[in-house]
């Protein structure tokens, strides 16, 4: 095999993941799947990690189909009234970089404060590449979203990306004011890898004695560590995340089989009593599909108020697509709505 060759999908799976998805996916994300093809993309599985990071991103593929339709790419433009800045939020070594969203509107006091995770299985991608998902809520949620950049294996490993977003959550419980932000009304939220950190998160916060968040939004989150479940086989070879792309993060992040058995990371094995509520988003596409689902069944077991909420013909990444993607801006819209009322914001839009 030559170096370009070196990475490539297999062109065999590819048609037939291709084939799959035509089937199966709505025009929209068929579409936006055919301008992420359009970018080269190549297997992270086959990568090393610092090639695997300069792979051509959902965010990467939303602008190329933005450009092809005319559209602006500009982030104002695609959520009105959202504006963002950057902070330093204290991490568990030190600290990390945010970006913080604050909606447009005329608050007559402090504003709810979402503590937000980026997804890409806590080795690749980053709070930038994340930012449809986090600036939409802002909007939706009409609460100052903020979204950190933990650290990441190989790195550092498992569970350097949890001790990191405890101690966000902790900084943030002493400082939202510092943000135009209410301490007494905080939520957390992510996405993917960013998902299980949320839940996680607000465990770690109850058993630390923290003031409870009021809402965790878990979008696609993993769950467990399986790779045999329903969803995975269904959507082994699916696009943009397969079951070889999340063998190849889970590889890079833990130290040893044990850390698999970690209630960490398997979620729906922690202690869930006297959790806030909590909203899951999962689409129909995804290899972790059915740990969303897993996830709703220990939180209702454990006497959680839960809400799961699962589009059909949309696949993983899907939640931060709103600018090109139907069903993106409607579980924007739910996710929106489940934390307005947590929150007790009203509409911003």
């Known amino acids: 095999m030559s170096d370009n060759d070196q990475g490539k999908p ?26 992420h093809e359009s970018l080269g993309p190549k297997a992270i599985e086959k990568l ?16 190329a189909l933005l450009k092809k339709q005319g559209k602006s790419t500009r982030p104002e433009d695609l959520v009105p009234g959202v504006t963002m800045s950057t902070a330093s939020v204290d991490g ?41 998902g986090a600036r939409g809520l802002a909007a939706e949620a009409n609460a100052i979203v903020v979204s950190v950049d933990y650290r990441q294996a190989p790195e550092h490993k498992f569970p350097a990306a949890w001790d990191d977003a405890l101690a966000a959550y902790r900084w943030l419980t002493a400082n939202a004011h510092s943000l135009g932000g209410d301490p007494g009304r905080l939520a957390l939220a992510g996405e993917s890898a960013g998902g299980n950190l949320a ?12 003031p409870a968040p009021r809402h965790v939004l878990s979008v696609y989150p993993v769950a467990q560590t399986s790779l045999n479940t329903e969803s995975y086989i269904e959507n082994a070879i699916a696009k943009p995340l397969n079951r070889a792309m999340v063998k190849w993060f889970v590889d890079h992040l833990v130290r040893s ?46 006497g959680v108020s839960v809400e799961r909420h699962e589009y059909e013909g949309v696949a993983h990444e899907f939640f931060g697509c709103a600018a090109v993607l139907h069903k993106a801006r409607e579980a924007q819209s739910v996710a929106g709505a489940r934390l307005r009322e947590s929150l007790g914001t009203t509409p911003l839009r």
């Open 199 to 210: 839940v996680a998160t607000a465990i770690a916060a109850r058993d630390a004695g923290l």
């Open 92 to 132: 568990a070594t030190g600290p990390m970089p945010a970006n913080v969203y604050r909606p447009g509107v005329a608050a007559t006091g402090a504003l709810p404060v979402i503590l937000y995770f980026h997804g890409g299985g806590w080795v690749i991608a980053d709070k930038d590449v994340y930012d449809g």
């Open 257 to 302: 089989e044990d850390d698999l058995k970690d209630t960490r990371l398997s979620l729906i094995d922690a202690d869930l009593a006297g959790l806030p509520p909590v909203t899951i988003i999962n689409a129909r596409l995804d290899p972790l599909r059915s740990d969303g689902a897993k996830l709703e069944d220990a939180l209702q077991d454990a």
């Open 10 to 35: 297999n062109p065999i799976v590819s048609a037939v993941s291709d084939t799959i998805a035509a089937m199966r996916a709505d025009d929209d994300q068929l579409e936006l799947a055919e301008a």
């Open 48 to 63: 090393s990690v610092g090639e695997a990071r300069r792979q051509p991103t959902a965010a990467d593929a939303v602008k």
